[in-house]
């Protein structure tokens, strides 16, 4: 059993109304996820929030690519971008954390994926790998170690935002059953095989003691 203490963290990642079925970019049983983060936040002391928050027109969207369908790829000036549906758009319901998530002891909201011609992940470091999001001086000033990522979708946000935790010196565990993945083209698998050579661990919410 993993007993929670004061340097530990729990990151909600990108739990939001478009990620769920019914939104704009559905992860399959995003929503089954969301009793488990209410039942395990409680726990921590600490619990931070993040939420995809894209412009209009957003470099990430296929619909700002002629020619390009949702899934597909373009070369953007930093990398192999996937491209998405229109999703997490500033302002609307889609965008909005989901009504039945429960943490009001959150301290911190991230918003990430603003910067109309980069997207973003990572709870850290934007998709150019470079721009900070602020995270991590945050939580290294407050004293915090050792970071337990929940969210959607495990093979996108959650394990960019648990690689950079690594990077960052951060301690991270997934709570596998507090997650769920999108899986495109096998990224799931290759998503825990990148986890697990980085020294992220795989739990389950029953190791956690609440």
Same mark, same amino acid.
């Given at each position: 059993?993993?007993?929670?203490?004061?340097?530990?963290?729990?990151? =909600?990642?990108?739990?939001?109304?478009?990620?769920?079925?019914?939104?704009?970019?559905? +992860?399959? %049983?995003?929503?089954?996820?969301?009793?488990?983060?209410?039942? /395990? &936040?409680?726990?921590?002391?600490?619990?931070?929030?993040?939420?995809?928050?894209?412009?209009?027109?957003? +470099?990430?969207?296929?619909?700002?690519?002629?020619?390009?369908?949702?899934?597909?790829?373009?070369?953007?000036?930093?990398?192999?971008?996937?491209?998405?549906?229109?999703?997490?758009?500033?302002?609307?319901?889609?965008?909005? /954390?989901?009504?039945?998530?429960?943490?009001?002891?959150? %301290?911190?909201?991230?918003?990430? !994926?603003?910067?109309?011609?980069?997207?973003?992940?990572?709870?850290? /470091?934007?998709?150019?790998?470079?721009?900070?999001?602020?995270?991590? !001086?945050?939580?290294?000033?407050?004293?915090?170690?050792?970071?337990? /990522? =929940?969210?959607? &979708?495990?093979?996108?946000?959650?394990?960019?935002?648990?690689?950079? &935790?690594?990077?960052?010196?951060?301690?991270?565990?997934?709570?596998?059953?507090?997650?769920?993945?999108?899986?495109?083209?096998?990224?799931? !698998?290759?998503?825990?095989?990148?986890?697990?050579?980085?020294?992220?661990?795989?739990?389950?919410?029953?190791?956690?003691? +609440?």
């Amino acid at each position: 059993m993993i007993t929670r203490g004061d340097t530990d963290v729990l990151a =909600v990642i990108d739990v939001q109304n478009c990620f769920v079925p019914g939104g704009t970019l559905p +992860v399959p %049983e995003g929503d089954t996820i969301i009793p488990i983060i209410n039942r /395990l &936040a409680p726990a921590f002391r600490h619990v931070i929030i993040t939420q995809d928050w894209h412009t209009k027109g957003h +470099v990430s969207f296929a619909s700002s690519h002629p020619g390009k369908k949702p899934f597909e790829t373009t070369s953007l000036p930093y990398g192999t971008q996937v491209l998405w549906p229109d999703h997490a758009i500033q302002g609307t319901p889609d965008a909005e /954390l989901h009504r039945d998530l429960r943490i009001p002891h959150a %301290e911190l909201i991230i918003r990430k !994926g603003y910067r109309p011609h980069v997207d973003s992940y990572s709870a850290f /470091l934007e998709a150019d790998r470079q721009t900070k999001t602020g995270l991590g !001086g945050y939580l290294k000033e407050r004293g915090l170690t050792r970071v337990f /990522l =929940v969210g959607l &979708a495990t093979d996108f946000c959650v394990a960019w935002s648990a690689l950079d &935790a690594r990077k960052a010196g951060f301690d991270a565990l997934v709570v596998e059953d507090a997650t769920r993945g999108i899986d495109a083209g096998g990224s799931l !698998g290759k998503a825990w095989a990148d986890m697990s050579g980085a020294g992220v661990k795989r739990i389950q919410s029953a190791d956690i003691r +609440v």
